[in-house]
């Protein structure tokens, strides 16, 4: 089975400070990653996905993570955040080659933007 | 193209009622996911329908079930309504079945047991 595992369930910063939304997971066998992003009273917007290659990957509003495989972890980084990030922040894993749509989320991040 | 959409967006019912929530895919999309949101356990996988069949289904009881239609439109049911099955449920489309694709997911219903 997998499990992911947000180290922070809430993440206070100054509007224009760097971020970090740490993320570690756990499986036997290897797994795509996912970061996504829900806004208010909205669903979930994909930020970024790891699938291979280069273990840097960028994604939309100016994020980016990297993916560290002897550490299992998948950190989302933003170096200088926005009153509009404000939401919480989702890791998530699918298992490679299950021809499933499956899933498996973290409890989730909330990030708030101090002015 | 227009993004997923749910209805309806919010719902109350009493225990022991049954409902049913409706997602319409992005135009093009075969795949289409459902998850349960809560402030206790996350978000949790519910299942997958691909082709008009159910393809994967998370931990949950038989009272939770599915359907998808011909043209990938999808309806879940709830049955015998608990208090605990408030929540927002979201419903996410893709292409293809496939681990690796993007599932755009839609605003979401909330349900509201009493």
């Known amino acids: 089975a997998q499990s992911v595992t947000q180290l922070d369930s809430q993440v206070p910063v100054f509007e224009e400070a760097p971020v970090e939304l740490r993320c570690n997971y756990s499986?036997?066998?290897?797994?795509?990653l996912f970061w996504y992003v829900q806004y208010p009273n909205q669903g979930l917007q994909l930020l970024l996905k790891y699938l291979s290659g280069s273990t840097l990957v960028k994604g939309i509003n100016g994020f980016e993570a990297e993916f560290n495989k002897s550490q299992t972890s998948f950190h989302l980084r933003k170096p200088s955040v926005h009153i509009s990030d404000t939401a919480e922040y989702f890791c998530?894993?699918?298992?490679?080659?299950?021809?499933?749509?499956?899933?498996?989320f973290g409890q989730g991040t909330r990030l708030t933007i101090n002015p | 193209k227009a993004g997923v959409t749910q209805t309806p967006r919010y719902l109350i019912k009493t225990r022991g009622q049954q409902v049913t929530l409706s997602c319409s895919p992005i135009s093009g999309h075969r795949s289409v996911s459902w998850y349960q949101q809560t402030p206790g356990q996350g978000l949790q996988f519910l299942f997958e329908?691909?082709?008009?069949?159910?393809?994967n289904k998370g931990n949950f009881p038989g009272r939770f079930s599915g359907r998808q239609f011909s043209n990938s439109r999808s309806e879940m049911n709830v049955s015998t309504l608990e208090l605990g099955d408030s929540a927002l449920y979201l419903c996410a489309s893709s292409l293809r079945q496939e681990a690796s694709d993007t599932q755009y997911f839609g605003p979401g219903t909330r349900l509201t047991v009493l």
């Open positions: 329908y691909f082709s008009e069949t159910q393809r």
């Open positions: 998530a894993v699918s298992v490679i080659g299950s021809g499933a749509q499956k899933l498996v």
């Open positions: 499986s036997s066998v290897s797994v795509y």
